[in-house]
């Protein structure tokens, strides 16, 4: 018997560290697994009397002392300095998406799994993907499936991932599974980078305006009061230009107590987003925006139809399906039409009578799952819906972007022009005064 020294982690993700006796390097992993442990490295730990130094020769001569024996576990093991995972954040979509596409066309070209998994590990630079793939080849190699490993690290492989692979692995089809992880992936991930692409001039223009603002307040408008002290006599101002002067002296006095309050009102918001009734008033009202309402409506149906499409195609079961895909919606409006769909098949009835309910679904896209139930083929049909509103997301992306720009220019049109003429209206009343006096 020998013994081995193992780093492992438990159900929660968590590090431990200890030692086993064990036969040999398999039946060491099998006894750590015993202990509801995934070891994601392991060696052997060598004893003091292989390490002793050897006898003397004949003559009285020493022989050379060999060099100290660290243990096999130092060679699986390197030690290196790592950021908090608190600090860390979560691996990049591209990193998991990259990784799942290469594993499907090795597999796909007749390569092992675990063969294909220590190909990638040499070339994964991401050192928290890295770390994964090293436990997940561990378990493996002691007998656990791949889903199986996949389970331990939730922050990485999520419920949809894990529960396709599975779905692969009962089938046979593993490498098409991968496949279509790794096309949905890619293009949610698309569709994600679009609403963002859209929103980030919007945001820039607006940013842009109020500081624009915040400086002809507090830096310009202030010496052209001054100005008009001097030459005007306390006479009275224009209107509009006596607003902008009451409007620069409140910024002025005032601005810690404005900017205090902005962060109070977005703490406060953050504070009512995490609670239930608030995060549903928030996820109704992104549905319900004039102009980012219905970008967001297009983008909802298409990763409701593609995730459940997806799942369907690769034989996990419907009710199954319904869940995760109830879980990783993002929006708890479509989170409660999903479980009413959810509660209606397990009931043994139509999708399609919840759906309908839910004004988030236009009824096109019932018609066509009303279709697809029908005819036995739901998933193809979901496919096609998930790829006809994504094309949607790309118009309602346009039509969005060419309606919020042209607003935000005039916006900020408006407001500067104002400062503008409201600083020259006096001047005119001063030019008139001088000219008079020197007539």
Same mark, same amino acid.
């Given at each position: 018997?020998?013994?081995?020294?193992?780093?492992?982690?438990?159900?929660?993700?968590?590090?431990?560290?200890?030692?086993?006796?064990?036969?040999?390097?398999?039946?060491?992993?099998?006894?750590?697994?015993?202990?509801?442990?995934?070891?994601?490295?392991?060696?052997?730990?060598?004893?003091?009397?292989?390490?002793?130094?050897?006898?003397?020769?004949?003559?009285?001569?020493?022989?050379?002392?060999?060099?100290?024996?660290?243990?096999?576990?130092?060679?699986?093991?390197?030690?290196?300095?790592?950021?908090?995972?608190?600090?860390?954040?979560?691996?990049?979509?591209?990193?998991?998406?990259?990784?799942?596409?290469?594993?499907?066309?090795?597999?796909?070209?007749?390569?092992?799994?675990?063969?294909?998994?220590?190909?990638?590990?040499?070339?994964?630079?991401?050192?928290?993907?890295?770390?994964?793939?090293?436990?997940?080849?561990?378990?493996?190699?002691?007998?656990?499936?791949?889903?199986?490993?996949?389970?331990?690290?939730?922050?990485?492989?999520?419920?949809?991932?894990?529960?396709?692979?599975?779905?692969?692995?009962?089938?046979?089809?593993?490498?098409?599974?991968?496949?279509?992880?790794?096309?949905?992936?890619?293009?949610?991930?698309?569709?994600?980078?679009?609403?963002?692409?859209?929103?980030?001039?919007?945001?820039?223009?607006?940013?842009?305006?109020?500081?624009?603002?915040?400086?002809?307040?507090?830096?310009?408008?202030?010496?052209?009061?001054?100005?008009?002290?001097?030459?005007?006599?306390?006479?009275?101002?224009?209107?509009?230009?006596?607003?902008?002067?009451?409007?620069?002296?409140?910024?002025?006095?005032?601005?810690?107590?404005?900017?205090?309050?902005?962060? @109070? %009102?977005?703490?406060? #918001?953050?504070? !009512?987003?995490? $609670?239930?009734?608030? =995060?549903? /008033?928030?996820?109704?009202? +992104?549905?319900?925006?004039?102009?980012?309402?219905?970008?967001?409506?297009?983008?909802?149906?298409?990763?409701?139809?593609?995730?459940?499409?997806?799942?369907?195609?690769?034989?996990?079961?419907?009710?199954?399906?319904?869940?995760?895909?109830?879980?990783?919606?993002?929006?708890?409006?479509?989170?409660?039409?999903?479980?009413?769909?959810?509660?209606?098949?397990?009931?043994?009835?139509?999708?399609?009578?919840?759906?309908?309910?839910?004004?988030?679904?236009?009824?096109?896209?019932?018609?066509?799952?009303?279709?697809?139930?029908?005819?036995?083929?739901?998933?193809?049909?979901?496919?096609?819906?998930?790829?006809?509103?994504?094309?949607?997301?790309?118009?309602?992306?346009?039509?969005?972007?060419?309606?919020?720009?042209? @607003? %935000?220019?005039?916006? #900020?049109?408006? !407001?500067?022009? $104002?400062?503008?003429? =409201?600083? /020259?209206?006096?001047?005119? +009343?001063?030019?008139?005064?001088?000219?008079?006096?020197?007539?």
């Amino acid at each position: 018997m020998a013994t081995f020294q193992y780093i492992a982690k438990d159900s929660s993700g968590n590090e431990q560290r200890g030692t086993v006796e064990a036969g040999d390097r398999n039946s060491a992993i099998a006894a750590v697994r015993a202990q509801g442990l995934l070891p994601t490295a392991l060696g052997e730990v060598k004893s003091a009397a292989s390490s002793a130094p050897k006898p003397k020769a004949k003559g009285g001569a020493a022989t050379a002392k060999p060099k100290a024996k660290t243990g096999a576990l130092n060679k699986d093991i390197k030690i290196n300095i790592k950021m908090p995972k608190f600090l860390q954040g979560r691996i990049k979509t591209k990193v998991l998406t990259q990784f799942t596409r290469q594993l499907a066309t090795l597999v796909n070209a007749g390569l092992p799994l675990m063969r294909g998994i220590e190909v990638l590990k040499r070339q994964m630079k991401d050192p928290r993907m890295l770390e994964a793939l090293t436990g997940i080849s561990e378990n493996i190699a002691g007998g656990g499936t791949f889903s199986e490993s996949l389970t331990a690290y939730p922050k990485i492989f999520d419920n949809l991932y894990v529960n396709m692979v599975k779905a692969g692995e009962a089938g046979g089809v593993l490498e098409v599974v991968l496949g279509r992880l790794a096309e949905f992936a890619e293009k949610s991930e698309k569709i994600k980078n679009k609403v963002k692409g859209a929103m980030i001039y919007p945001i820039v223009v607006l940013v842009a305006a109020i500081g624009i603002t915040a400086f002809l307040l507090v830096a310009v408008i202030p010496k052209f009061q001054q100005v008009f002290n001097d030459m005007l006599g306390g006479a009275a101002l224009p209107g509009v230009t006596q607003f902008v002067i009451n409007a620069s002296e409140f910024v002025q006095h005032n601005g810690l107590q404005i900017f205090l309050a902005i962060v @109070a %009102l977005v703490v406060i #918001l953050k504070i !009512v987003g995490k $609670t239930e009734k608030g =995060a549903y /008033f928030f996820d109704v009202l +992104k549905l319900k925006m004039p102009v980012t309402g219905t970008l967001a409506q297009r983008s909802a149906v298409s990763k409701f139809t593609r995730t459940l499409g997806t799942l369907l195609a690769s034989g996990v079961p419907i009710l199954q399906s319904l869940t995760i895909t109830r879980d990783t919606t993002g929006n708890r409006v479509l989170t409660d039409a999903i479980q009413n769909v959810h509660d209606s098949v397990k009931e043994g009835e139509s999708m399609t009578q919840p759906l309908s309910q839910c004004k988030v679904f236009p009824p096109m896209v019932v018609s066509m799952v009303e279709v697809g139930e029908e005819t036995g083929a739901l998933a193809d049909m979901l496919t096609r819906i998930a790829n006809t509103y994504d094309d949607e997301v790309d118009n309602a992306v346009a039509g969005m972007t060419a309606a919020i720009e042209p @607003a %935000l220019i005039i916006v #900020l049109a408006v !407001v500067v022009g $104002t400062i503008v003429i =409201a600083m /020259f209206l006096p001047m005119v +009343k001063i030019i008139g005064s001088v000219s008079g006096a020197g007539a």
